[in-house]
């Protein structure tokens, strides 16, 4: 399937720790995105909806300085259990500064420096993520409504600027 905006390369399933789960790889021209989801979803209610962005601290090497990893995991195993929910993962690493950013930050961040200080004492943006693909990977997908387990206030409103109709989730 494809849209004008985005376009399907690749898809299949994937046995994950959390069970049975589809992957598929989208590309809009400029970037790609991965997503992970649920075998089925039905659009006509909200779906639960994970951005994350890759670390490679966190999902490659175990770092224990940042939740990226255990945030991904939960997640996986929240929508295992409960269905409905796609994780979509970008292609920015460092907050989209690159691994060189990322790695060199931790230093200074040893020394005390927050993430965002880190990054603009090396000379990078604070953050410097794109959300620009995630409209459009959900309009191909039909997802018009969403639950975003998040409290990414950008997150949030790069969704509703697309007329898609989300809220943060709670939980209980």
Do not use: W
Not at 141 to 157: A, D, F, P
Request: charged share 20%; with cysteine.
């Amino acid at each position: 399937m494809t849209s004008p905006l985005v376009f399907q390369m690749a898809e299949g399933n994937l046995q994950t720790e959390f069970g049975k789960l589809k992957v598929t790889i989208y590309n809009d021209g400029q970037v790609e995105a991965t997503v992970l989801q649920t075998l089925e979803l039905n659009t006509s209610q909200p779906v639960h909806l994970r951005i994350q962005s890759t670390c490679i601290t966190g999902h490659y090497f175990n770092s224990t300085e940042c939740n990226c990893k255990e945030d991904s995991d939960s997640f996986q195993n929240y929508i295992s259990t409960h269905g409905n929910g796609l994780l979509i993962l970008l292609n920015q690493e460092g907050r989209a500064n690159g691994n060189v950013a990322h790695i060199a930050s931790q230093k200074l961040k040893e020394d005390g420096a927050t993430q965002d200080e880190a990054y603009m004492r090396l000379g990078f943006p604070k953050d410097s993520r794109d959300y620009s693909i995630v409209p459009k990977i959900l309009a191909n997908l039909g997802v018009m409504q969403c639950l975003l387990h998040s409290e990414n206030e950008r997150k949030l409103s790069t969704l509703q600027k697309s007329h898609i109709h989300c809220d943060i989730f709670k939980k209980n």
